[in-house]
C-alpha cells in the first residue's frame, strides 16, 4: 500500500510515490531551467511550466513505481507554504486525481516534508532528535518530538534564509542561479581564512541572521575593486561559505548545549553543502543526513509526512485551499 504526492511550491514539479514503511518507489523531479536567465524563480512563469508539467512527471512517478493510482492508499499535496499560484496547480491536481479515483486527500506542510526526509528508508531517524532545515525559503532549527508537523521551533531566521545567502552572495561574485552549488563548486579553489565576515555575533538565542553578512560581501567587493575583486573570487567564496556554515554550525551546537538532545538531523537543499555536512558531521558524528535528492524540494519528502497525518475523505478535502505563508 502507498501513497501518491505531488509538490509544486517553488519552481521544481515534483511527484513521487512511497509505501507506508517510507520506501521511495518513485520520486520524479523536473526543474524548471527557466528560471535561470531571470536570476530568480518568476512566480507566474513557475505556474505556468507546472501547468504544463504537472500531469506527465505524476505519470512517471506511477510507471516507475509500477502501480496505478487505483492501487494506492490515498494522494498527498503540499498546501503550502510557497508560491500560492504554484502551489494551486498541485492542490488542484490532487483533488482531482482523488475525487476520480475516490481515493482520500492528505494536505503536507512543505516544512513538515523537508523534516519528513529523515524518515525515509534507509535508515529514518526516530524522534527525538534536533533538525535544522536550511533551504532558499527557510532556515528552521527544532526540536522533533514525534512523526506529526508538532515540532517545537527553536529558532528561526530574522531576515534571509540560509540558501537565500547563499545566492544572493553568488550573484554579487558573478555567478548564476541558484548559486549555492556554484559558489560551492568555486570555493573549493579558494582560501576559507582570506577574509572575515561577520558570523551572527549580533543575533541572541537561537535565531539566524544573514543579512548582515551579504551586506559585508558586498562592501568587500566594492573595497576591493572590481579587478581585484574578480581575482580573488575563489577567496571571497570559500570565506563568505565558511561564514554561513558557522552561523548554522554555532547555533546547532548551542541548542544541543541547551536541550542536551545530541541527535541531529539535516535538511533542506542547502544541505547538500559539503563543507556544512563536514562541520555538522564534526559537531554529531552520527549525522543523519537524507540523500540530495531527498534534501532539496521533492515529493518523496511529501509523501513521507503524508504517512503520519489524517486523510481527508471525499468530499472535504474540494474545499481545500493552498497557503502562501505560515500555517494551515
Ligand atoms: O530546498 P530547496 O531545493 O528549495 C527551497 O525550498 O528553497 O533549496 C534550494 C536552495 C537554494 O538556495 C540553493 O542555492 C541551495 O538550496 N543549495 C545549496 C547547495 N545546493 C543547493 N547551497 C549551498 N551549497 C549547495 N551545494
Ligand atoms: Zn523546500
Known amino acids: ?42 512566480p507566474e512563469i513557475a505556474s505556468r511550466h507546472h501547468l504544463e508539467l504537472t500531469g506527465a512527471v505524476v505519470d512517471d512517478a506511477l510507471q516507475q513505481a509500477g502501480t496505478t493510482l487505483a492501487q ?50 534507509p535508515g529514518p531517524i526516530e524522534p527525538p532528535f534536533l533538525i535544522l532545515i536550511a533551504s ?45 552549488p556554484a559558489l560551492q563548486k568555486l570555493a573549493e579553489e579558494g582560501d576559507a581564512t582570506a577574509f572575515r565576515f561577520p558570523v551572527a555575533a549580533q543575533v541572541p538565542g537561537l535565531d539566524f541572521s544573514f543579512s548582515g553578512l551579504k551586506t559585508a560581501l558586498l562592501y568587500k567587493v566594492r573595497e576591493l575593486g572590481e579587478e ?55 559537531l554529531a558524528p552520527d549525522l543523519h543526513v537524507p540523500p540530495r535528492e531527498l534534501c532539496t524540494d521533492n515529493a518523496a519528502m511529501i509523501a513521507s509526512a503524508a504517512r503520519f497525518l489524517d486523510p481527508l475523505p471525499y468530499p472535504s478535502y474540494l474545499r481545500l485551499d493552498a497557503y502562501a505563508t505560515g500555517e494551515r
Open 1 to 42: 500500500m502507498s501513497i501518491l504526492a505531488i509538490e509544486t511550491s517553488c519552481d521544481d514539479t515534483c511527484a513521487a510515490v512511497v509505501s507506508r514503511d517510507g520506501e521511495v518507489l518513485a520520486n520524479v523531479i523536473s526543474s524548471q531551467g527557466v528560471h535561470d536567465r531571470y536570476g530568480g524563480v518568476v
Open 72 to 121: 494506492l492508499d490515498a494522494v498527498a499535496v503540499t498546501q503550502g507554504p510557497g508560491l500560492v499560484g504554484a502551489l494551486l496547480v498541485g492542490v488542484a491536481t490532487a483533488k482531482s486525481l482523488a475525487a476520480a479515483h475516490g481515493l482520500p486527500l492528505i494536505p503536507v506542510d512543505h516544512l513538515h516534508g523537508h523534516v519528513a526526509a529523515s524518515f525515509l528508508q
Open 136 to 180: 532558499g525559503g527557510h532556515t528552521l532549527l527544532a526540536h522533533v518530538k514525534d512523526h506529526g508537523p508538532n515540532w517545537e521551533v527553536l529558532g528561526s531566521t530574522r531576515d534571509d534564509a540560509a540558501g537565500e545567502a547563499f545566492d544572493k552572495g553568488a550573484r554579487l561574485l558573478g555567478l548564476g542561479y541558484p548559486g549555492g
Open 228 to 282: 581585484e575583486a574578480a581575482r580573488r573570487r575563489a577567496d571571497l567564496a570559500a570565506s563568505f561559505q565558511r561564514a554561513i556554515v558557522e552561523t548554522l554550525a554555532r547555533r546547532v551546537e548551542r541548542a544541543r548545549e541547551q536541550t542536551g538532545i545530541e541527535r541531529l538531523a539535516i535538511g533542506g537543499g542547502v544541505a547538500a553543502n559539503g563543507p556544512l555536512r563536514e562541520r555538522m558531521r564534526a
